[in-house]
């Protein structure tokens, strides 16, 4: 199975299971009094939405190159995460607004049965964070992680309400808006959650240096090519799931124009043949002092 066939079988999967999971916290939280279930509900109703998105960045970005596009299209990836994102911050400030509104506002506490409901879904939310974001870093998806941060950021609301309806439970009447101060908590940490996101996915599309891992490998295999002495200048840019390099190898000065544009054929293939993930790679020969 391809690293886009993978990306794409695990987003099915959070698709399913956001689906379901939104069903069970908006029927739970509307028959169990419970408001910070409900915003767990908004949020997990949200990530269906991101994780359609995710699932079109994915297979755009692993459209092959075409002559508009000699790079691909693995730029839209991190431009799918941007729109994750504002889901995310949208999902969190009407999380947040509709939780100010409730603290001051009397109503029924929470029903005791709405803890077994939490209990289960914090435990199947971190089952998929976990399993999304080890797809994650085998596919290289920038994408795909933030999908994994959603299941996250869910688990963290849902343990959020769980402590709130606690409270609210444990100390009975007047402490009714504890609910609701824990689904305003969850809004901020979502929020934090989507600069944790944002970050990487800028870094991706201003051609960040983040790969000293890389290109340290990339050197490595560069030195058991036959005729390569030495590498200088490495650049590396990630677009999608590929890695495209720039790369200054060194080889004997006297050597003819042919065998040095032999050896970066070389070079070339042994570098792709050794590290999947890399995309275009251009060699620049350099002669030895």
Not at 196 to 214: S, V
Request: proline share 2%.
């Amino acid at each position: 199975m391809t690293k886009a066939q993978t990306a794409i079988k695990t987003t099915y999967f959070s698709i399913l299971g956001n689906t379901s999971l939104a069903i069970i916290k908006a029927l739970a939280g509307y028959f169990g009094n419970s408001y910070a279930l409900i915003a767990d509900a908004i949020e997990s109703t949200t990530d269906i939405f991101t994780s359609f998105l995710v699932l079109f960045g994915i297979k755009y970005s692993n459209k092959p190159a075409d002559k508009n596009h000699p790079y691909g299209h693995g730029r839209a990836e991190p431009l799918i995460t941007f729109l994750v994102v504002g889901f995310l911050i949208t999902s969190a400030t009407i999380i947040a607004y509709k939780s100010i509104n409730n603290i001051g506002t009397k109503h029924d506490l929470p029903k005791p049965w709405t803890l077994f409901v939490l209990g289960a879904i914090i435990i199947w939310k971190e089952i998929s964070f976990r399993l999304v974001l080890k797809k994650s870093r085998e596919t290289n998806s920038s994408s795909l992680k933030a999908d994994a941060w959603h299941h996250r950021s869910d688990a963290i609301t849902s343990v959020a309400a769980f402590i709130g309806i606690s409270i609210a439970l444990i100390l009975g009447d007047g402490y009714e808006s504890a609910d609701d101060w824990a689904a305003l908590f969850a809004s901020g940490f979502i929020l934090y959650n989507c600069y944790l996101i944002f970050r990487p996915a800028l870094g991706e599309i201003m051609d960040e240096h983040l790969y000293d891992d890389l290109v340290e490998e990339i050197r490595k295999v560069s030195l058991k090519v036959e005729g390569i002495k030495g590498t200088e200048k490495c650049f590396i840019r990630k677009a999608g799931m590929k890695y495209h390099v720039d790369l200054h190898a060194i080889v004997d000065a006297n050597i003819t124009v042919k065998e040095g544009h032999e050896l970066s054929h070389k070079l070339k293939d042994s570098l792709r043949k050794e590290i999947f993930e890399l995309g275009h790679v251009l060699i620049h020969i350099e002669p030895s002092e």
